[in-house]
Every structure is written in structure tokens, then in C-alpha cells.
């Protein structure tokens, strides 16, 4: 275990939003650490929280043209943010600085869907990135991989998961071959259960076809490490300080929270205000203001911890 100084997200973006749209699904996977308080979603509620998000998407919009950042990436994260309809949504940010939105899906929906998701982006200059996650419990290898094959080639960047256990190594494989002869990239993300060090021992968490370097993390002995997604790094045993759930030790570093990087639930930014105290302040969208620089990190473990950059020193 290595200590570190510094991870720097390499997105060419200048300015992340993570957006957490809901917590409702239309399915309800037994692992889901949502299961206990899970609720069924009619089409009223559906429709509810998709005029309030309308509104969301409204101040996004305004918060985000008052920035100085031009090249902004949106990723929208639920529950399953594709039980909206998300062009609807989206089109109250009217802004032209987004230029990147990353979505996860549990594959649900028709694949015409996807399709018209895309098309609309592709209509305003907009990359569209989406992970399916397969859910094995309610959709067969088959039955997803016959949709990963008409949407292969339609969305930007297309990246294939499945929820792993020790239980369903078999399953865990065939996924695999699936993956390597469709030619996507694809990770197993360990259901939570389990122990992800483990699984990554098992070499189940890798993939033959390679993704853009998306973290690099400098080390307190001036040596450097490139991860390809957020969830390599936050389980590599070289990180000290990365906790089984996914915390990172991040007493006293500076971070871009608040800064160019806002993570927003529903309506309210979980963010800093200008005094700099914690991270657990709810603030509406609409009243929100952007810090002028990164300041430093008040908790000992980060419990948000998303695509801010880290730093030791400013
Ligand atoms: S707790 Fe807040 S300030 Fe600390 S690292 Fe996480 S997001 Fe940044």
C-alpha cells in the first residue's frame, strides 16, 4: 500500500457533473443495496419526478452558463435514470457547454430507446457514453447481447458490465467470451458482498480491449499509476486508504468538489459553501454558487468520492 498525493482525472473535460436523478428502478435486483426500501413506479410518479427534473435541468443549464467552463461532461446516475424520458429532460439544458453525458442502464429498455437518446445528442454536438449493466437476474446473456449487437456502432462509446458473484462463475465467463467476440469493452463490477480485491485476484475485472486512461494517481515516492476506470483504482490494494465501501482517506487534500466539479442529488447540490465546511451540505441547484478555486478537504474519508481531482498541495 502506497500512499498518494495526487489523482488527477484525465477526461478532457474541464467541468464534471454527477447527477443523481432517482432512486427508483424498474427492477428490483435481490443484491441491490436499494432492495429493502425498493418501490414500484407507476407511470404518475414516473411522471412527477420527471416534471420536477425538467425544472433541475433548467438551473443546471443557468448555473452552468454562468461558469467559466466550456467543455462540460454530465453523467446522470440513479436508480435507472432510463425510466425518464430523458430527451425531455435534457433538452431544458440549453446550454451548448455540455458536450459529454455519460449514462448507466440496465439494458430495459427498447433498444430504439438508446437510439433515439443518441440521435438526439448526436443532433446537439453531444458525445453519449453508456455502460449496460447486465442484471442477470432479469435479462438472459442472450436476450442482452442481442441488443448490445443492434446498438453496437450507434452510441459513442459503449461499455458492457455485469454485477459478479462467487456464485455465478460460469455466468462470469461466458460473459467474458460474449464481450471479447462482440469486441466491447466491458468490467464486472463485484456485487457488493463481495470482497472486489478478490474478484480482481480471479482476474474476473479486466478487459482484452482497452479504454482511454481515465485516472492517473501519483504516489508520495514520486512514481505514477494510469487506471481505466474509477472503480480500478478505488480497489486497488497499491491505494492506501481505500476503504471496503469505496471511501477514500482524504483528510486535509485539497479538492475541485464545488470547484469544477459538482455532484447533485435530485435537486440539491451535495456541495461545499464558500467557508469550505463538509460536504454534506444540501443545497438547491438554483441557489448554488461555485467556489473560485479548489479548497481543502474537512472529512478524513471521502463518502462521495467521485470524478473531483485529489491534490496534497495546491
Ligand atoms: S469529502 Fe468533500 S472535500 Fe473531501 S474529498 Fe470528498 S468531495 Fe472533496
Known amino acids: ?19 443523481r436523478m432517482t432512486n427508483l428502478c424498474n427492477i428490483h435486483c435481490s443484491y441491490c443495496i436499494r432492495y429493502k426500501h425498493r418501490v414500484d413506479i407507476n407511470d404518475t410518479c414516473v411522471k ?3 416534471d420536477k427534473l425538467c425544472e433541475v435541468a433548467r438551473d443546471i443549464s443557468k448555473l452552468l452558463e454562468k461558469t467559466k467552463f466550456n467543455n462540460i461532461r454530465l453523467n446522470l446516475i440513479g436508480g435507472e435514470v432510463t425510466i425518464f424520458d430523458l430527451k425531455r429532460i435534457l433538452a431544458n439544458i440549453t446550454t451548448d457547454k455540455v458536450k459529454v453525458i455519460n449514462i448507466t442502464s440496465n439494458l430495459m429498455r427498447d433498444v430504439q430507446y438508446y437510439i433515439e437518446l443518441a440521435d438526439f445528442c448526436y443532433s446537439r454536438n453531444i458525445k453519449l457514453s453508456i455502460c449496460f449493466s447486465c442484471h442477470y ?19 459513442d462509446c459503449l461499455t458492457c458490465e ?34 472486489q480485491a478478490e474478484a480482481r485476484e480471479k482476474g474476473l475485472l479486466t478487459s482484452s480491449k482497452k479504454k482511454e486512461p481515465r485516472y492517473k494517481v501519483t504516489f508520495a515516492d514520486g512514481t505514477e499509476k494510469i487506471f481505466e476506470t474509477r472503480n480500478q483504482f478505488l480497489t486497488s490494494k497499491e491505494i492506501k486508504g481505500t476503504k471496503g465501501l469505496k471511501f477514500i482517506q482524504t483528510g486535509g487534500m485539497y479538492c475541485t468538489n464545488s470547484y469544477n466539479y459538482i455532484y447533485i442529488e435530485f435537486d440539491k447540490v451535495n456541495g461545499r459553501s464558500s467557508s469550505g465546511s463538509g460536504c454534506h451540505e444540501l443545497i438547491p441547484v438554483k441557489d448554488f454558487k461555485l467556489l473560485d ?22
Not at 1 to 19: A, C, G, H, S
Not at 137 to 148: A, V
Not at 302 to 309: F, L, N, Q, S, V
Request: charged share 35%.
Open 1 to 19: 500500500m502506497k500512499e498518494f498525493v495526487k489523482i488527477k482525472d484525465l477526461t478532457p473535460n474541464d467541468f464534471n457533473i454527477k447527477w
Open 48 to 50: 412527477e419526478n420527471e
Open 137 to 155: 437476474e432479469f435479462i438472459t446473456l442472450d436476450k442482452y447481447f442481442e441488443k448490445i449487437n443492434q446498438l453496437k456502432g450507434k452510441i
Open 162 to 195: 455485469l454485477v459478479s458473484n462467487d456464485k455465478n462463475q460460469e455466468l462470469c465467463k461466458d460473459f467474458i467470451a460474449r464481450c471479447e467476440k462482440c469486441d466491447v469493452y466491458y468490467f464486472l463490477d463485484a456485487d457488493i458482498r463481495q470482497n
Open 293 to 314: 478555486k479548489p479548497a481543502k478537504c474537512n472529512s478524513d474519508y471521502c463518502t462521495i468520492c467521485g470524478h473531483m481531482d485529489l491534490f496534497k498541495e495546491l
